[in-house]
Structures are given as C-alpha cells and as structure tokens.
C-alpha cells in the first residue's frame, strides 16, 4: 500500500505562516491527485486544496491568494504554504492521496490514501 505522512504543523500567532509537506512512500508508479484536508473540532472535514499530477491547483475560496499547493513528484512530496493565517483556521490537516502502486504478485492497483494528520494551531 501507499503510506502518507504529514509534518509542519505547529501553533502560529494569527497572520503568521506555516508550510506543510505530505510525504507518500511504498511501491508507488504515480501519484494523481493530492488534497489537502482540515477539520476542526466538532466541524466537517473540509478540502481545502487540490493539485493535479499536471501542477493544476484549485482551492477553497476561503484561501484563495493566502494557501500555495505545490509538489515535487520527483520526491513523491506535496506542500502547502499557509499564509496570514486566521485564528478559525486551527485545525488537524489532512493529506490525501490517489494514484498508482505495484500491490501483490506485482499487479499495479489504484489506492486512495490518508496521512495521520497534523495539528495547526492559530492564536488570536
């Protein structure tokens, strides 16, 4: 299977920023989509940002000219720089991931996965 590991989470005071990376290791043959997820307490999950294996992004209009979704598929990673962040921004950040990897007996499979999640916190 394909595993995600999420870093870069951390408490910032309101207006700071913080970079996150989701890091996708395994028997990966491609990475299609990666999504950026949050989900604050007691509130749904909400997407925040995609991009595609191509670099095309799209985001929540909430983060619009504040979030950067970018990757590096040469390293398998996926970042998200978080800019002037607002205290409802406090969240646990989720990446997820579909794509391409070589399952048993060597048959490629599709996979669809999720990191453990980081904690970003925003004092006001």
Avoid: H
Avoid at 18 to 38: E, K, M, N, P, T
Avoid at 52 to 57: E, P, V, Y
Avoid at 66 to 92: C, G, H, W, Y
Wanted: proline residues 2%.
């Amino acid at each position: 299977q394909v595993q995600l590991v999420e870093s870069g989470g951390g408490l910032v005071q309101a207006g700071g920023s913080l970079r996150l990376s989701c890091a996708a290791s395994g028997s990966i043959f491609s990475i299609d989509v990666v999504r950026w997820y949050r989900q604050a307490p007691g509130k749904q999950r909400e997407l925040v940002a995609e991009i595609t294996s191509g670099g095309s992004a799209n985001y929540v209009d909430s983060v619009k000219g504040r979030f950067t979704i970018s990757r590096d598929n040469a390293k398998n990673m996926v970042f998200l720089q978080m800019n002037s962040l607002k205290p409802e921004e406090t969240a646990v950040y989720f990446c997820n991931a579909d794509g391409t990897y070589k399952g048993i007996y060597g048959i490629w499979r599709q996979f669809n996965s999720w990191g453990q999640g980081t904690q970003v916190t925003v004092s006001s």
